[in-house]
């Protein structure tokens, strides 16, 4: 981590948690042994816990607003403020100090405002397995190291985790070798160790969505990866399933899971997958997809906690025809079709 995040009272915060992480910190070092956690049951929140959501001014959306907005284009302005004006999650992808130094001001700014902010980690190494988001940590220790500098900003703050999209799936589906696959596993579960040990946060382990690992497949992954210990599972993250088809599978991999609760992304699932294609066409910006449900804590199912955007709807998949930018990037003409 860099320098100045531990001056003054980042110095002070560093001390305090010293001693949760001192435990954290031997349980992910355990996972490099023991892939196989023990069953403990996370309880459900009451109606009092649960936290108002995050609205970041500062977003993609945000700025493209104003934008257009200046460029005399209202009529679009009011399109991408559908957009703004919801809370949708924060990315973290890459080691940066500045990324940490990006964290510590949204999380200061959130819990100032009395409002819980929607985090993803997404940093893993050999992310997306060379696809379109390839990247992540170097190594298996510049990960450890990584979460656990996340886990001293986060503290004292509330936040929803949503922890590697993907990573799982592609562990589950051979995009990795054996020994590397249990190896991610084993980050994954130290991952969920570390950030659980943080009061105010409540960690998802990515779970895929419903047409890519059968649940029989999926389960015992999530439980290498420490799904048992996480508050529950992300379902549907960056993708277009329906929210009932991933009420669906969130309830067989609850079975399976120790009645694991979920949260499902319905960002962009307003108008359900796109009829399948060749190449990446049906998950990479595909067209005709419309912005769902938006993100609430009352989903009127006892195992869902939250419809969330949790792909920021606007940005891009990648780079995959057309005008399409890199993923990640803001693509002002998908955010519009999206909105309208």
């Known amino acids: 981590m860099a320098r100045h995040l531990y001056t003054g009272g980042r110095w002070r915060r560093w001390i305090a948690l010293t001693a949760v992480l001192t435990l954290a910190s031997a349980a992910l070092l355990l996972r490099a042994r023991d892939p196989a956690p023990a069953v403990l049951q996370v309880p459900a929140a009451t109606p009092a816990e649960r936290p108002v959501l995050y609205v970041d001014p500062l977003g993609a959306a945000a700025r493209e607003v104003r934008d257009l907005r200046r460029r005399g284009r209202p009529d679009e302005a009011e399109a991408v403020r559908r957009i703004a004006g919801q809370p949708v999650a924060t990315w973290l992808t890459d080691s940066r100090a500045a990324t940490l130094e990006s964290l510590d001001q949204l999380v200061t700014a959130a819990t100032e405002a009395e409002r819980v902010p929607v985090l993803v980690l997404y940093n893993i190494p050999q992310r997306d397995c060379s696809g379109q988001s390839a990247g992540g940590a170097r190594d298996a220790t510049t990960y450890r190291k990584w979460v656990f500098d996340l886990a001293l900003v986060l503290r004292g703050h509330r936040a929803l985790v949503i922890l590697e ?176």
């Open 165 to 340: 999209p993907d990573a799982v799936a592609h562990a589950a589906t051979g995009c990795l070798s054996r020994k590397r696959a249990a190896e991610r596993y084993r980050l994954l579960a130290g991952a969920v160790d570390a950030l659980r040990a943080l009061p105010g946060v409540r960690v998802y382990l990515d779970a895929g969505n419903p047409t890519w690992v059968p649940v029989a497949a999926m389960a015992p992954a999530l439980r290498r990866s420490g799904a048992l210990h996480a508050r529950g599972l992300a379902l549907n993250v960056a993708n277009f399933e329906t929210t009932k088809d991933n009420l669906r599978y969130g309830t067989e991999l609850s079975r399976l899971l120790g009645n694991a609760h979920f949260v499902i992304d319905t960002s962009r699932n307003g108008n359900g997958p796109a009829r399948p294609g060749a190449g990446d066409q049906h998950w990479c910006n595909p067209p005709g997809r419309r912005l769902g449900v938006p993100p609430t804590l009352r989903t009127g199912n006892p195992l869902a906690d939250a419809y969330l955007w949790i792909k920021r709807p606007g940005e891009s998949d990648g780079a995959c025809g057309g005008d399409a930018p890199p993923a990640g990037q803001w693509y002002p003409s998908y955010a519009l079709a999206l909105a309208r």
